[in-house]
């Protein structure tokens, strides 16, 4: 249950996160979309979430390309609509994807892989793999114990 609630912290910060790191300027299309997101998400509106999610991915990978951080965080606040609807298995591959595309951006300690790594974890936990779920929290630890 701990893990669950820190994790849905991350995730509000890792949305949040989204338009305040990476955003430059008036807000954009994926920005607005982003935010979007975010609300449909705090209101449990999982599948309208998906469908502007999706549309948020779209916009990013057209106008950033395809390993861009806003790419990986839009994969990510995909994941986590799937993973609230209990559709891990489109969850998961997402979450990966986003999680290499901020290690090529940022590396491997970067303290952007947070969020992604314990939201792994929490997927990880409610599917019963208690092991990979204890491996990305420990590597989640282990980058914030280098800040």
């Known amino acids: 249950m701990k893990l669950k609630i820190m994790?849905?912290?991350?995730?509000?910060?890792?949305?949040?996160?989204?338009?305040?790191?990476?955003?430059?300027?008036?807000?954009?299309?994926?920005?607005?979309?982003?935010?979007?997101?975010?609300?449909?998400?705090?209101?449990?509106?999982y599948t309208k979430g998906v469908e502007v999610a999706k549309h948020a991915l779209q916009v990013a990978e057209k106008n950033d390309g395809p390993d861009h951080p806003n790419v990986a965080l839009s994969l990510g606040n995909l994941a986590e609509l799937y993973e609230a609807q209990k559709e891990y298995a489109k969850a998961e591959p997402l979450f990966k994807q986003s999680l290499e595309i901020l290690e090529k951006a940022f590396g491997q300690d970067s303290p952007f892989l947070v969020p992604?790594?314990?939201?792994?974890?929490?997927?990880?936990?409610?599917?019963?793999r208690e092991e990979d779920a204890h491996r990305m929290m420990e590597r989640a630890n282990k980058i914030q114990g280098k800040k």
């Not at 991350?10 to 305040?20: D, E, I, K, R």
């Not at 992604?116 to 019963?128: C, D, E, K, P, Q």
């Open 7 to 45: 994790a849905a912290c991350f995730v509000a910060l890792f949305l949040f996160s989204a338009s305040t790191v990476f955003g430059e300027g008036p807000a954009t299309e994926w920005e607005a979309l982003t935010s979007e997101v975010m609300k449909l998400y705090g209101s449990g509106d």
């Open 116 to 128: 992604t790594l314990l939201n792994m974890a929490s997927l990880y936990n409610n599917i019963g």
